[in-house]
């Protein structure tokens, strides 16, 4: 069974410094999809960024970006020029192109951001 | 606002009662899930679908029921209420494999 494990429960940033979300996983397989979502204190979860097992090249999506390693099975997420909107909880997620239709998801790590 | 429509945002129900979730979605996905959120914890999936007339289970499915009869459709039925189901459901939709979810705002519930 794939797991995904998000081993940081609290994080915290000063704004406009840097801060990385750390993510890993298990799996056999070797097609599969991974993603960032956040979830702030409203309650509704937004995607972050997504990223294909096959491509080399790093997702980025404006502040946010993430380091891939697929072989070490990592998947962390870096904000850069943290906001206080950015406060949140973020889950890493994981699924498979072969069931397409379950995706697995980490516990999730609340970002606070300072002022 | 095309988006994922779920119904109501706050239940409380008594212990042995039964309900239904709605979720709708306007963006024709195929792939619709379930998945609930306890305190301390990530999203559990409860039941999902890949299309109209198919639907299969998560991993947490003991007392909940889906149906999908139309593309745009997708309740969830809680069948005899236990305080165990407390908890925050959502609903989310999909375009593909590749693509993230969508959400809905959620279903807080509470079994009393």
């Known amino acids: 069974a794939q797991t995904v494990t998000q081993s940081q429960p609290e994080m915290s940033v000063q704004e406009a410094e840097t801060v990385t979300l750390s993510c890993t996983y298990d799996t056999s397989e070797s097609d599969y999809y991974l993603f960032w979502y956040k979830q702030p204190p409203s309650r509704q979860m937004i995607l972050v960024i997504r990223q294909e097992a096959y491509k080399q090249q790093n997702a980025t999506e404006n502040r946010f970006s993430v380091n891939f390693q697929k072989a070490a099975k990592s998947f962390s997420l870096k904000i850069s020029d943290s906001q206080l909107g950015d406060a949140a909880m973020y889950f890493c997620?994981?699924?498979?192109?072969?069931?397409?239709?379950?995706?697995?998801f980490g516990d999730g790590t609340t970002l606070t951001v300072k002022p | 606002n095309a988006g994922v429509t779920q119904t109501p945002k706050f239940q409380v129900l008594k212990t042995g009662q039964s309900m239904t979730l709605q979720c709708a979605q306007d963006?024709?996905?195929?792939?619709m899930s379930w998945y609930r959120q306890d305190p301390g914890m990530g999203l559990r999936l409860i039941h999902y679908?890949?299309?109209?007339?198919?639907?299969d289970q998560g991993e947490v499915p003991n007392g909940y029921n889906v149906s999908r009869s139309t593309t745009e459709d997708f309740p969830l039925r809680l069948l005899s209420a236990a305080p165990s189901q407390t908890s925050v459901y959502f609903c989310?939709?999909?375009?593909?494999?590749?693509?993230?979810?969508?959400f809905g705002s959620g279903t807080r519930l509470t079994v009393v």
């Open positions: 679908s890949v299309g109209a007339g198919i639907t």
């Open positions: 989310a939709s999909q375009r593909g494999a590749n693509y993230g979810y969508t």
């Open positions: 963006m024709n996905h195929e792939y």
């Open positions: 997620a994981y699924r498979t192109n072969t069931n397409a239709g379950k995706s697995t």
